[in-house]
């Protein structure tokens, strides 16, 4: 059964409101001949570097041309247990609010396990029938043994519902009951080691050719502090070009608008503090956003940059984690007598009251937007740029578009996720070309971004301690001031000679709220904030982060 989406969140036709001109990112891709490729694109081989994360230059020392699709790979329908939005009213959302690709993930329950990965395929197919324009991913959220959740997903294939149920069966920790992590828990080292034995098996049914690809991605890293940096590091090296990265910003993010929810509200649902089988060495700031992103990826020199600092890619995305949408009207429905989720692996469609009702997420693409840069269209092209680091990610469609690249003085060049070789001495530059926001956001204003920095760290190998959350050499080494600068500008900032490995990342935001960084001002002078609680306006504080680009120093 198909709802259409609450009026309230179709700000009219988006191709007049949002797309005025009809320069969409489609229609830049017709143009270009790349839309063509379409689903046939998913059944060609990947490129070689595609297993080796954030491996080597492309195209001969040459950055590629990108083309950026948004997406959302964390999203919840009727059948997770807590949800209430069929398959068809999210895809439409999606579809309305600018994006190119999603990936449905449910939460695993023994109704789940049971009935709910099948039926839901049905679903799927329906809803890729009704929004052909668009990517769409089956995927679940996986609840890793000992810790979080994890999205896993792969492409269109004949084994893509049997890989799910599989591994739901033979790995999630709520199913199994291997959820305790405590340091100290007697079964927390069997439990972290299983959650290590899924991440291999998911990388041996890529290698069999069992399915096509699949990848993984840590959600919401910090909300409970339960993942701690040597799992992280574990889960990465277990199978690195398969779990590729984390959230850089949770979902949830409409939780704490005030007057909408309690008081006590953070955006991201991260209002926690530390249990038991939170890892101890996280400090009580961890389990807050900054400026909507996860403390890991938000403090400079910290959980994030330590990972980088190793040199090995750790992939940042933003989603809306998208359940109860604030302020929609629609409610699930009633059971039918003898029915219950356990049984069904459903929840019933809802139905619209016409009264606002309580929840803390967007609708997908609404608010959180994960960019991924292709060469061409199609699932695994989509699943390519992720596994490449080619990504980019903002809230409140803070910008239209940006391009990064470290160019060295003799040609060569390497994007987002990619490793540039620079002989020693070598001159750097790297290249900002920024779009600006060219048309009102779903909350009715121009976005206007007030300054670009740029993080760099040195890249120092392996950590010696595999819990450290330190990166001591990274810090803030340029801010760029465009306040004022509209449509399409190039930035071209000095990098300096290359003389040891390192690695430069972006962020920027719209200056309404920023101060020392968490780690002091001689690290951070002008990082992103948490807010109040109860007193978080997403829409006020919006900020854009990339990838790294590593840079390689050879003789």
Known sequence: ?????????????????????????????RRAGLFGAAFAAASLPLPAEADSPGGRSHGHGHAPDLVYLVGDHHN????????????????????????????????????????????????????????????????????????????VFSPPGRHEVDLLTRFEEAFDGKLLGYTAGAPTHPDTPRNEAHAVKA??????????RYVDDVLVLANHPMRLGIDSPHEMRGWRDAAPGIMIGMEGAPGAQAGAIPGWHPDTNVRGEYS?????????GYPREAYVTYGGFDWATATVGGLWDAMLAEGKLFTITSNSDVHRVAQDTWVNGEWPPGQNFDNTGHLPDPYDTTEPQPGGD??????????????RYGYR??????????????????IDGIDVKVR???????????????RRGERLTLTVTVTAASRRNPYGVLPRLEHVDVIRGAVRGPAADRDDWHAPDTRLAHTADVSGRRGTYTL?????????PFYLRLRGSDGKRHGTGFLGATIDPHGPLPHEPGRGNPWLDTWFYTNPVFVDVVR
């Open 362 to 375: 967007f609708w997908p693409g609404q608010f959180s937007r994960t960019h991924v840069g292709v060469t």
């Open 408 to 422: 060295g003085e003799h040609g060569n060049s390497a994007t987002l996720g990619g490793r540039l070789r620079a």
């Open 492 to 500: 071209r900032i000095p990098v300096g000679r290359a003389d040891e």
């Open 272 to 280: 926690n503090s530390p249990s038991a089988d939170s890892w101890p």
């Open 199 to 208: 991440l291999e098996w998911l990388a041996e049914q890529r290698r069999t």
């Open 76 to 151: 919840h329908s009727v059948y997770s247990h807590d949800a209430k939005y069929t398959f068809s009213q999210l895809a439409s959302a999606g579809q309305k609010f600018g994006l190119d690709w999603m990936v449905f993930t449910e939460h695993s329950n023994i109704g789940h396990a049971e009935f709910g990965a099948a039926r839901e395929h049905q679903e799927i197919l329906r809803a890729r029938a009704e929004n052909k324009r668009m990517l769409i991913f089956q995927g679940l959220e996986w609840y890793i043994p000992g810790a979080e959740h994890c999205t």
């Open 1 to 29: 059964m198909s709802h259409p989406v609450p009026e309230w969140a179709d700000p009219q036709v988006r191709a007049e409101r949002l797309d005025p001109q009809g320069l969409s990112r489609r229609g830049l891709m």
């Open 381 to 398: 092209n989509v699943m390519e740029g992720l596994r490449a680091g080619r990504v980019w990610v903002d809230h409140g469609h803070l």
